[in-house]
Every structure is written in C-alpha cells, then in structure tokens.
C-alpha cells in the first residue's frame, strides 16, 4: 500500500491553504505506515470541515451528524471490531456539540482514535468562536472578544483517564502520521488534537503563529507521569508542545465486555431459537 | 362470562407487584384466562399502588372497574379503594393495624401483619395475603407454593420458605375464618405463558438476532432493556447504557452501518432527543428500529402512567421527509410479531422503524399461547459475509426502481463504502447537484413509500356487519374495542383495530368504514390524533371521538359510559 492506494475522486471543497490539507495527507501516510488497505478502514465524521475529510480518502464513510460522530463510531466499532475506526472531528463539533459524547466515550474507551481538527474557531458557519478560541479574540458574534476560558481538551482528557492523549500540528504531517499511527496502535480510546490554521476566519491562530510556537517533545519527557502530562498539556502561549501528552494502557471496551474474543457481532445476527428463554415466562 | 378481578393495593416497596405477578401465574396455571394492569407512582417508596387482574375461563384484554377482591396492605388503601369493590366483594384488610371497623360489610379482616410478624420481618404481609387471596379464589395452596417456588427462587431458599410459609398460614387463616362465598368459575386451558408487552418486544427483539441493543433508562421503556439484559450474555447480544438518548441512536445508527442488528427504546421525552438521529437514519439509508413507550406529557409528564398522544409525533419525527413505518401493537403477542416484522422491514427498506407502545400495554400482562411466538423470521437483508466477496463497483446509493439499494457492510467488501447525512451521489458523495437531489429524494420517499405500501399489516375488524356505531382505535385499546364488541347491549358495536399508522392503510380502512355512518375514534389522547389521521388519509371524518387523558388507561365500563346513545 502507498499513499495513492487512499486516494479519493471526490473533488475537495476546502479552502485553498487550509490546514486540513495535511491532516488529510498525514493521515493517508499513517494508513500506509499501519499496513491497512482502504476496506479495512471506517473514518466517522460529524459536521464541520473536518467532517468532510473522509470523502477524500478512500477508505469507508459515515459522515453522520454535528456532535455525533463519537457515538456512530463507537457503535460502529461495537458492531464490527476487525475495522480499524477513526474519527475525524473539530473544535465545534467534539468539544462543543459532541461535548458529552466526548466525555463518556473517553470513559466507554472503545479502540477508536479520534483526530480533532482544532483551528480554535468556527470555519462552516462563517467564523464565530469555537469552545478552544483563544480568550480575547472577536467575531461577529463575540464582538468585543471572547471573555470566556477556552476548553482545554487535553487536560479533560488527561483527568478523564483517556489512554493516549497527543497533540500534532497541520504544518508537520510527517510527525502528524506517526502520532496517528500511534494512536490506532494504541488499544483504547486515543485522542489527537490537531493545530491546524483556518485561513479564513481565524486572524491570530495562523500557521505562522502556531510555527513559531510550536516545539517536539523529546525523548526526555516521560508521557507515562501523569502529573508532568497535566503540566504538559496547559503549556500554551508562547511555546505549545507537540507529541505524546500522555499514555496509559487500560483495558478497552472490547475486551471489558468480552466482545473482542466472540464473533463480531455484525456476523451473528441471525434468528435466535428462544424457546429456552420463553420457559421463564410459563 | 365467568370471571372476577382482584386488586392488590399498598405503598411502594410492599410488594404489591411481586404477589400480582405471582397470583397471575397461579390463576394461568390452575388454567384461566388472565389480564393484569399496573398502576404505580413516580416514587422508590410509600405512595399508593395498585396491580389489577382479570381472571376468566374466557380470553381477556382489558381492565374492569370494579373489583371483586381487594387486598389491601397499608392503611390508606381501605379508604382509597373501596369504591372500586364489587357489590357482594371482599376487602382484605388488617383492621387492627389498619384503625378500621373490623364490621363493616364487605371487609374479611386479617391479622397480616401479626402473621407476618410470626416470620420476624413486616415484609412477608404481601405473601400472607396472596395466600389468602388464593384460599378465596379457591386456587388451592400447591398452585400458589409452585409459583412462589419459581419466583423468589434467585432470593435463596431461607426466603423463599419463609414467604411459602407465610402464604400457607395466611391460606389456612382464610380456611378457618372465612364466611363467605368461594369464587370458582371452573376454569377452561389458558395459553402456557404470562407476559407483558415490554417483555414481548424484546423477546421478539432477541428472536429477531438484534446483537447490539442501547438506551438511556427511561419509564416505561426500561424494562426493555432489562429483560435484553438478563439474556444478554446467553444469546450473545451488546447491551449498553448510553449517556443519553441521542447517543444511543447514534450508537444504533453507527452499528447498524456497520452491520449489526441495533435497536433502542425509550419514551417520548427520550424519542425527542433521538429524532435528529432519525433524520439521519432516513437520510443515510440506514435500518433502525425504535421503541416508543409512550407515557404522558408535556415534558416530564406523568412518568409512571399511560397514553397515546405521540402517534402525531412519531409521523413526523426527524426533520424532513423520508419514509418510516410505524407499528401499533395492540397486545403483547402482537407486539412480539410487529417486533420482528420491524426488524425485518427496517432493513429492507433501510428506513426507520417505529413501535409505538405505551405504558399500559408495556406493564400489563397476559396469557399467550405458544403458537403466539412461532412468527416467521426472514432472513438478512443486507448483502451477506459471503455474497460480499463478489460485489465489485459498490454504490451505496445506486438508484433502483424500488428506491432500495443493496446494503453492503464495512469489511466485508473490499471495496471503501460512503454514506453521508448531507445530500448525496449514488457513490455517497457529497453533492449539491438539484436534479441528483430530486432523485435522492424520490428514492428516500415516494419509491420507498410505494413497497412499505404494498406489504402494510391490515387493521383487525370486530362486528362489522350490522353495527350501529363503529370505534376506532390503535396500539393498546386493541383488548377494549374487541371487548367492547362482544359485549350486549342496546346498541350493536362494531370495531377496528389499527396495528400499523404508518404507512396509513387507507384503502383498507375505506373499505372496512364504507356504509357506516356513526364512526367514532375511541383514544388514550386530548387531541383525538387518530381521528384527525383517518380523515388526513381516508377523508372519512369520525362524528366524535372518546378520549381519555387523566394518565390511566379505560376500564371497559369508562369506554361504555362514553359511547353516545
């Protein structure tokens, strides 16, 4: 498998120069590092830019509803373990409407990744501000700035326990391709925010501002101590980490419920004889 | 008709349900015909509460007024429900603990909880007292101590002994104090099981080889999931508490994709949560069956109680139009056999699939024959694990004059699969295309539409020929209208019971009403739903309806009070 072997027809209807181009590009490059072919791959989506991501890779689509891409997902993967699930979201719709879907499927902890396309605003509807804008910047809906705390979705994940909590950037697909490779390795609910400019609507956050901020984690730092993860993950402003945050192995859904031993579900629904169960009702 | 009801009364945590349950398999064992309701509050203690049942060496579907036993296990149920006894009944009341007058006519005073003392704990009054219910009903001791035996057996044998020994001391107080009169209405065979109509929907939900099975609790629904729960691991089935109903039709809606058999429930307040879910089941094409029991609201309503004012919500649920089915079971073998047929259409049309149910129907229980779950189950839709390995070119949404499009699973081709909640292409793609649009919308509506149309379940007639005046009713007031047909009187009454609301039988209906002119629609509602659909659809406009809305479900003589001279 090379990167053409993802390759979709589907004409993109993203802005010129927008960040998604290499979300979209580092995860065809995963894909390849993982060894998956296009049948074997479910991308779940929601509603925003990013949601629209799977339709330009060839791979399977359920493009479902703002805020619902998680629990489409996590029924998917359910139904039918052996596809390797990952969701491609934003800012808006897993931190904003999807926000208690993303709590509880943090807790659920199927083996689904989730790539948030976080360019801290909202690019669909023209511009207002996303639950991670940046204090302070103004919309033509927070015209005198937004005065509200940004959502800080790796520390929730972090205290949540989620298993793998990472953070790429769209301006480095490379390393992008490798923390997602890494997350679908990970077995569990894995969790890649995504810096990613939106060219249109927001005028601080922009790839050159996110350039000169952002730095690797080196080999230094030790993703498995939570409390440096906690510190790591509120690093914001001036300098911004990329990698692994944090990363703890923990039991998944599959294995809790015992549903990754028996046939996938979606194999076994035939008639069931309940003569035995009526038995009960004499 | 031979038969009686006896009404079992007390706060909640007594254990008025248990010993209900527990007197409807002694009277289906000993061979009558049973029907029981539950009336119960929003409450985990204290309250009033009541389980009502019917026994009859004839079929029976419906609750009556009066009583002729009353069991009553705290002091206000005296009080709060001698009104409803029989002329010439029995009410079972424990005078001394109770305050009451051990003399008043009608009242068979019993030291319950003296007896119940004798067994160191006030909990076995419920067991005395079915133990004096069945030496009144002249069940006989072995009949109630078997069924005891099956029902508190999971509770261990100390308990379970002690709760027969109660029964029998209670039984054998009766046989020595009792003055009056033994019911006996020498019983015919009645059907071999006891069930209710939550339990009957996920039997058939199980029979039906749902794997994957999610919802949030909700009253009356939840019983649904409790029953999939217990038989979860041994029939190999997913069972999942979302964190809210719109996760949970999500949840479905994303197995179902992924080719699982899914299904939720829940009632109006959840369904309303659920409904931009069901939008994108009938955008994306994808099978989804959902439960509505249906209890009383606005809001939160009455959560504990019973009606049928979601019919107008369900035929339009989900923004935009799309085609849905919409099945009304009127008793639990019926909502077993709809149950199945609603998986099975669901995917064959890859449409949404609704079982409107209620409270009422969802907690009564009654007897069933066996031949009652021997429904024919058809095979899977979708394109099978084996037949996937030949599928080349795979369009999720190829158009086809049936409006349906071969549902291939994930994985299971090798090729990439697309479905999408915006419009369109026959690959999956999004599109903005206005003439793709007007196929799109062809294929979700009118195609579709026309199949569902083809294969709709006909509505049940009682008593047509000859009727004076013709009711019309659908889901739970099935057992009230047949009832209300066989019943003599001045007036000859006719029936029609509709099982489906959606597709609308229109024709059938037409045919069924031709020649009647006093129709009126008879409704667990205020806003005569059913009534305001049959004209929508048939252009035949009731002359009335009977409505019934204060959150209980009509007793055949409510019903009979109201049908206009």
């Keep these: 498998m090379n990167a053409n072997d993802f390759k979709s027809n589907d004409p993109i209807a993203w802005c010129p120069g927008c960040g998604d181009f290499g979300i979209v590009n580092a995860l065809k490059k995963s894909l390849v590092k993982l060894d998956k072919k296009p049948h074997e791959i479910l991308l779940v989506s929601g509603i925003g830019q990013a949601a629209k991501l799977p339709h330009y890779i060839n791979a399977n689509c359920f493009n479902g509803l703002h805020g619902r891409a998680l629990p489409a997902a996590a029924g998917a993967k359910i139904a039918n373990r052996d596809l390797t699930v990952i969701v491609t979201t934003g800012d808006g719709d897993c931190y904003g409407e999807g926000g208690n879907h993303f709590l509880h499927n943090i807790r659920r902890n199927c083996d689904i990744t989730v790539v948030v396309c976080d360019n801290q605003i909202y690019g669909l509807t023209k511009g207002q501000a996303s639950p991670t804008t940046d204090t302070g910047y103004a919309t033509k809906v927070q015209v005198n700035g937004v005065i509200l705390e940004p959502f800080h979705p790796l520390a929730a994940a972090i205290a949540l326990g989620c298993g793998f909590v990472a953070r790429g950037f769209s301006g480095d697909p490379e390393h992008l391709s490798e923390l997602i490779a890494e997350g679908v390795r990970h077995k569990g609910f894995a969790l890649i925010d995504v810096l990613q400019p939106c060219v249109t609507f927001n005028k601080k956050n922009t790839h050159d501002w996110y350039s000169k901020r952002v730095y690797k984690l080196d080999k230094t730092y030790d993703p498995l101590d939570r409390t440096a993860a906690y510190a790591k993950a509120e690093e914001w402003g001036e300098r911004i980490p990329l990698g692994i945050i944090y990363q703890k192995d923990r039991p998944c859904y599959e294995q809790l419920s015992g549903i990754d031993t028996a046939l996938p579900l979606c194999r076994n629904c035939s008639p069931v004889d309940i003569s035995g169960l009526l038995s009960d009702f004499e | 008709m031979v038969e009686f009801s006896v009404k079992i009364c007390g706060e909640a945590g007594q254990g008025t349900q248990t010993i209900g349950n527990a007197l409807c398999l002694a009277f289906k064992n000993s061979g009558y015909h049973v029907f029981a309701i539950q009336d119960f509050m929003s409450r985990i203690r204290g309250g009033n509460n009541f ?147 939550n339990d009957a929907i996920a039997l058939a939900a199980i029979r039906a080889g749902c794997k994957f099975y999610t919802a949030y609790p909700m009253s009356p629904s939840t019983g649904i999931m409790t029953t999939i729960a217990e038989y979860a691991s041994r029939c190999g089935i997913l069972v999942e508490q979302a964190e809210d109903e719109i996760a949970a039709v999500n949840m479905a809606i994303g197995a179902s994709f992924a080719g699982a058999r899914a299904m939720a429930a829940t009632s109006g307040g959840g369904f309303m949560l659920m409904m931009e879910g069901v939008s994108l089941a009938g955008m994306t094409e994808t099978p989804l069956v959902v439960a509505d029991i249906q209890r009383p609201a606005p809001a939160t309503g009455f959560p504990t109680r019973t009606e049928q004012a979601d019919l107008d919500f369900l035929l339009s649920a989900g923004h935009g139009e799309f085609a849905r089915l919409i099945f009304t079971p009127g008793t639990p073998q019926e909502a077993f056999a709809l149950t199945l047929k609603a998986f099975d259409l669901a995917e064959k049309y890859q449409i949404p699939a609704f079982i409107l149910s209620d409270q009422y129907l969802a907690d009564s229980y009654c007897d069933a024959a066996e031949l009652d779950f021997q429904s024919p189950v058809e095979k899977r839709r979708i394109i099978s694990f084996e037949e996937s390995a030949t599928v080349n070119n795979y369009k999720r949404y190829c158009l086809t004059d049936s409006g349906i499009s071969p549902q291939a699973v994930p994985g299971w081709i090798k090729e990439a699969i697309y479905a999408d909640s915006d419009e369109h292409t026959p690959e999956g793609h999004i599109t903005e295309d206005a003439a793709i649009r007007v196929q799109m919308v062809e294929k979700r509506l009118y195609k579709k539409m026309a199949g569902l149309t083809r294969e709709i379940v006909a509505p049940t007639a009682f008593s047509l020929d000859g009727a004076d005046i013709v009711l019309v009713g659908f889901g739970s007031t099935y057992g009230l209208l047949r009832e209300l047909s066989l019943a003599s009187g001045k007036r000859k009454i006719g029936a029609v019971h509709l099982s489906q609301a959606w597709p609308f039988p229109s024709e059938i209906m037409a045919g069924l009403l031709k020649g009647h002119k006093r129709i009126f629609t008879l409704e667990n509602n205020a806003g005569a739903q059913l009534a305001k659909l049959l004209r929508r659809e048939t252009g035949i406009t009731a002359e009335g309806s009977i409505l019934k809305f204060d959150g209980r479900p009509f007793s055949m003589e409510d019903a009979q009070e109201k049908i206009p001279e």
């Design chain 2, 51 to 197: 389980f009502q049942l019917r026994a009859s060496h004839q079929p029976v579907s419906c609750p009556r007024r009066l009583s002729r036993l009353i069991i009553t296990l705290d002091k206000a149920s005296p009080r709060i429900h001698a009104a409803s006894l029989e002329p010439g009944g029995v009410i079972i009341a424990d005078c001394k603990k109770f305050l009451l007058d051990a003399n008043q006519p009608g009242i068979f005073d019993v030291p319950l909880y003296t007896i119940a003392a004798g067994f160191g704990d006030e909990m076995y009054i419920n067991s005395a007292a079915a133990g004096i219910a069945a030496y009144i009903c002249a069940l006989g001791l072995p009949a109630l101590g078997a069924v005891f035996n099956k029902i508190f057996s999971a509770k261990g044998g100390e308990i379970t002994a002690k709760n027969c020994q109660a029964a029998e001391a209670g039984y054998k107080y009766a046989a020595a104090n009792f003055k009056g009169q033994r019911f006996d209405c020498a019983p015919s065979a009645a059907g071999k099981y006891l069930l209710n109509g």
